[in-house]
C-alpha cells in the first residue's frame, strides 16, 4: 500500500478527511522549504503538496506566480525539488509528498530519469497541470513502474470521457478544481461544489479531493463535510510571503492548525 492509499485509509477510518497544504519549493529561500514542510506536519498537514517552480505557471493565480519568482531567483531547480524531498524523508518516513508542477521541467529531465529520481527521493505523487490523461500515457506508465501515483486535475467543465480516463490511469486521489479560474480565486459556490463532487465520488475508484478557492478555515469545514481532502495553497504562500524568517514557520502552522481544528470539527 502506497503512504497516500495509507494516509486516505486511517483517516477514513477515523471518519476524518485529509488536509493538504500546498508551497512553492525554494520559496522565499531554499533552505527555508524543508523546515517549513516538518512544521507543516506536525501543525496537522496530512500530505504535502511541493510546487515545482516554473516561469509560466499558467494555472496559478498572482500569490503563487510571485512564490515562483522568488524561488527562481534562487535558480530552484526540478532537482533541487527532489533534494529538498529526499531530506524531509531522511527524518519523516510517513508522510505524503506530491509534487506539482508543469511539463516542460519534467521533460527536460526526462520521464524515465525524473520517474527513478522521484521514487528514490520518496515522492508519492505527481501532478502535472498541463498534461491531461489523453496525452500523458507514457508518463504515467513509467509512474506506475516505480510507485509513483500520477494526480490529475478535473473540474466543472470536465467531460465524461475524461472522467473515465482518469478513473483509470490515476492513483492516490484525483483533484477536483472547484472553480474556473486560477489559484486563489475566492468566488467558490459551497453547494455547486458539493454536487459535482458527489457525482464525481459515485464515478471514481478514489478519493476525491478539493482545491482552489478555500481561503479560511469556515470553507474548509465546509468542503470536508463532502470531499476526502481539501487541498490549500494560495492562503499558505501568502502567509510566507507577509512574514519574515523568524515568524515564518509559527504562522504558517497556526494556520494549519487552524484549518485542521475546524475540519475535525465538521
Known amino acids: 500500500m502506497s503512504r497516500i492509499d495509507a494516509i486516505f485509509a486511517k483517516l477514513k477510518q477515523q471518519g476524518r478527511k485529509a488536509l493538504i497544504p500546498f508551497v512553492t519549493a525554494g520559496d522565499p529561500s531554499p533552505k527555508a522549504t524543508v523546515p517549513l514542510m516538518h512544521a507543516m506536519v506536525k ?26 519568482e522568488r524561488a527562481l531567483k534562487h535558480g530552484v531547480s526540478l ?16 508522510t505524503p509528498i506530491i509534487l506539482m508542477g508543469y511539463a516542460n521541467p519534467l521533460e527536460a529531465m526526462g520521464y524515465q530519469a525524473f520517474a527513478e529520481r522521484a521514487a528514490e527521493a520518496g515522492v508519492d505523487g505527481v501532478l502535472i497541470v498541463d498534461y491531461p ?15 509513483l501515483s500520477p494526480i490529475f486535475l478535473l473540474s466543472p467543465t470536465s467531460p465524461d470521457s475524461r472522467i473515465e480516463r482518469v478513473a483509470k490511469m490515476a492513483r492516490g486521489f484525483v483533484y477536483y478544481v472547484s472553480l474556473k479560474g486560477v489559484t486563489g480565486a475566492s468566488n467558490l459556490d459551497i453547494e455547486d461544489v ?5 457525482k464525481l465520488s459515485a464515478r471514481l475508484p478514489l478519493p476525491v479531493g478539493v482545491g482552489f478557492g478555500i481561503r479560511d478555515a469556515a470553507t474548509a469545514k465546509a468542503v470536508s463535510a463532502f470531499a476526502d481532502a481539501v487541498v490549500v495553497g494560495s492562503r499558505i504562500v501568502q502567509e510566507i510571503e507577509q512574514s519574515n524568517a523568524k515568524q515564518r514557520n509559527s504562522r504558517v502552522a497556526a494556520l494549519i492548525a487552524e484549518f485542521r481544528q475546524a475540519m475535525d470539527a465538521s
Open 43 to 68: 501543525a496537522g498537514a496530512d500530505i504535502l503538496e511541493l510546487g515545482v517552480p516554473f516561469s509560466d505557471p499558467m494555472a496559478d493565480g498572482p500569490t503563487i506566480q510571485r512564490a515562483s
Open 194 to 198: 458539493r454536487r459535482n463532487v458527489l
Open 133 to 147: 490523461p489523453e496525452e500523458c500515457e507514457e508518463f504515467v506508465r513509467l509512474a506506475h513502474q516505480r510507485g
Open 79 to 94: 532537482g533541487d525539488v527532489l533534494a529538498m524531498a529526499a531530506e524531509f524523508r531522511r527524518k519523516d518516513k510517513t
